[in-house]
């Protein structure tokens, strides 16, 4: 019976086709714009989490200083971190100020003592080298492109680092970004003379003062007790200032403010959800008025009350879930060209696809259908209490 | 002696007009005998639709009993009463109401739509209902392909489709030419001889004829022919 009821709605809709599809254009247009704000939101969180992941990894813990800044320090101590079970490695990068002799010049450079293990990150820290090779051997150096040139220095050059004599074995691409290498202020990679951090070691003996440090954790291991653990050891140390995030705490601070904003834009366009769903209100008392006498007569041939308000229930949810379904596709449609225009405009290298996941889908039809079924309890619950004989008797 | 289908105690109605009550019915007793057949007559305004609309339970008395098969259904709640109406009543009304969005097949299923017969069986009844009326051509026409006499019949077979005891008909014959108006008589005239109970409300004394049993109404009451 209710399939039949269904039925009825179905031909009240089809009757009116015009207005039909203008009211539902109204839900449509709101869930298409919930849908795009969601599916590029969920699409850019995605990207950027694959990114993060790919580049940082879930074993990996990041210290650094809790307050950025030029000069600012960490007091590491690698030996001991290592020690820590479930510590696979430890690495830091260190930097001090430092006079250089070259070839053809001298002056001030920044120093930074570079841990080989750090060659995974080779891409995301620029290190790619215009010439030469690696350091393999305590007393070699790789320059930064300025400082080679400025130094007058290539492969094979000899130079001094404070008294100490080194072999240039490599030098760096031009850097073009504004950033610092490493990620960190203040320090540019092509003024940059980069040695080992054993050689650092021996350079500037005392505390391991470092700008940071990565931790790579063992497979299978517990991250936040790891965590306690390199953090009691950094305090054992006398180090009260680092910061130590994880791969979890990264996403967690991304998905927050994609989330946010996000969330804020999708509570806006939901707004328009609404707005369609007082046109379906309006719609549905204008069909209730209009057929005040189909209903007279649905009653006089034995319709009870709650078969009147059912018919028109159907009717209010099927103009949301219609045009929920069609937002839906207009939605995505529209995500799908945003982000390709974005994508082609600045020519981002990670392109961000919009993400549709299941929740959304049905979020939207359910969402759509229950805005267009409660725009339609007021119109209904007046058809279904009509007295019959006023119903009939209405012109 | 026969039995009563339905009886109107006492019956009174009121209508509200703003501030002034204007009373349609004045203390009317009737009884309508299963199997019998009444016209109700009177001039516009006596009362004898509102009558018409008491008996088939569409609406309530303002005072007064209504017994249905012996029952008092005067406190019966509106789905009750629905339900009532369903099953046991069919109305034909003197403007068809057709249901304009469905066929003349599915008019005549609507009645059943609500008691909830399943939808084969529904439309097989339907349509030996609209054959039997020779409308077995028109049965996927919807109202306004069809004339003033076929949209009466699809609206008597959309009445006799839960195959109810009494057949209300109001002003059947008003909006149809002489001929069409002939034949919807025959029908119902021919309902009646199978042994169906008739009551229809008319001002058209040749119509009033085909009923075994003529009241009169003046001023809400019955004037002439009370039981």
């Known amino acids: ?395 | 002696m026969s039995e009563v289908l339905v009886r109107l105690e006492k019956v009174t109605k009121v209508y509200r007009l703003g501030e002034v009550e204007v009373p349609a019915l004045r203390g009317v007793d009737l009884a309508v005998e299963r199997g019998h057949s009444l016209a109700l007559m009177g001039r516009s305004g006596s009362g004898k639709s509102t009558l018409l609309h008491i008996l088939g339970l569409l609406d309530r008395a303002t005072t007064g009993r209504v017994l249905w098969d012996g029952q008092d259904v005067t406190g019966f709640r509106a789905d009750r009463l629905a339900e009532l109406r369903g099953r046991h009543i069919g109305f034909v009304f003197q403007t068809f109401n057709l249901v304009p969005t469905l066929t003349a097949w599915e008019n005549v299923e609507l009645p059943l739509v609500f008691l909830g017969v399943p939808g084969r069986e529904r439309r097989g009844r339907a349509q030996a209902i609209l054959e039997q009326l020779g409308l077995g051509q028109r049965l996927r026409h919807g109202p306004h392909q069809l004339s003033g006499g076929e949209q009466q019949r699809v609206a008597i077979a959309r009445a006799l489709a839960p195959n109810p005891d009494l057949i209300l008909a109001d002003e059947p014959t008003g909006n149809l030419d002489s001929a069409s108006g002939q034949e919807i008589l025959k029908l119902l005239s021919d309902l009646h001889r199978q042994g169906r109970t008739l009551v229809m409300v008319t001002h058209d004394a040749e119509a009033a004829q085909i009923a075994e049993r003529v009241l009169r109404l003046r001023d809400g009451m019955i004037a002439e022919g009370a039981p």
């Open chain 1, 1 to 395: 019976m209710t399939r039949d009821l269904f039925r009825l709605a179905l031909r009240n809709i089809g009757h009116r086709r015009l207005r039909s599809w203008l009211t539902v254009i109204g839900i449509l247009i709101g869930t298409a714009a919930v849908v795009a704000l969601i599916s590029i939101g969920q699409g850019l969180q995605r990207t950027i989490t694959g990114q993060v992941e790919r580049i940082v990894g879930f074993n990996t813990l990041i210290i650094s200083p809790r307050t950025q800044g030029l000069g600012q320090r960490i007091r590491v101590d690698l030996g001991r971190l290592r020690a820590v079970p479930g510590v696979k490695s430890a690495m830091a990068l260190r930097a001090e100020t430092a006079y250089i002799e070259g070839p053809g010049g001298k002056a001030f450079y920044n120093v930074l003592g570079y841990d080989p293990a750090m060659d995974e990150f080779t891409a995301e820290f620029n290190l790619t080298l215009a010439s030469g090779g690696r350091m393999t051997a305590p007393g070699q150096a790789i320059l930064g492109s300025r400082a080679a040139r400025e130094l007058a220095a290539q492969v094979g050059s000899n130079l001094t680092v404070d008294g100490k004599p080194f072999t240039v074995v490599g030098v760096l691409l031009q850097q073009t970004r504004q950033t610092g290498g490493f990620g960190s202020p203040g320090i540019s990679l092509n003024d940059a003379v980069i040695v080992s951090y054993e050689d650092f070691g021996a350079l500037y003996p005392g505390p391991e003062l470092a700008l940071f440090a990565i931790v790579r954790l063992q497979d299978k291991v517990v991250v936040d007790t790891v965590k306690e653990e390199v953090r009691a050891v950094l305090r054992a140390g006398g180090e009260r200032n680092a910061s130590i995030i994880d791969f979890e705490d990264l996403t967690q601070r991304i998905r927050s403010v994609v989330s946010g904003v996000q969330a804020f834009l999708a509570g806006i366009a939901g707004i328009s959800i609404l707005v369609g769903g007082i046109g379906v209100m309006n719609t549905m008392f204008m069909a209730v008025l209009e057929r005040t006498r189909e209903i007279g007569v649905m009653k006089a041939v034995g319709a009870k009350g709650w078969q009147v308000l059912l018919v028109y229930l159907f009717e209010s949810g099927l103009m949301g879930l219609g045009g929920g379904a069609l937002g839906l596709v207009f939605g995505l449609g529209a995500a799908i060209a945003a982000t390709t225009i974005v994508s082609r405009l600045y020519q981002v290298q990670n392109p961000i696809t919009p993400a549709l996941s299941v929740g959304l889908i049905f979020g939207a039809l359910l969402f759509s259908f229950v805005v267009g079924a409660l725009s339609g309890v007021l119109p209904a619950r007046r058809a279904a209490q009509l007295p019959p004989v006023e119903a009939l008797r209405y012109e």
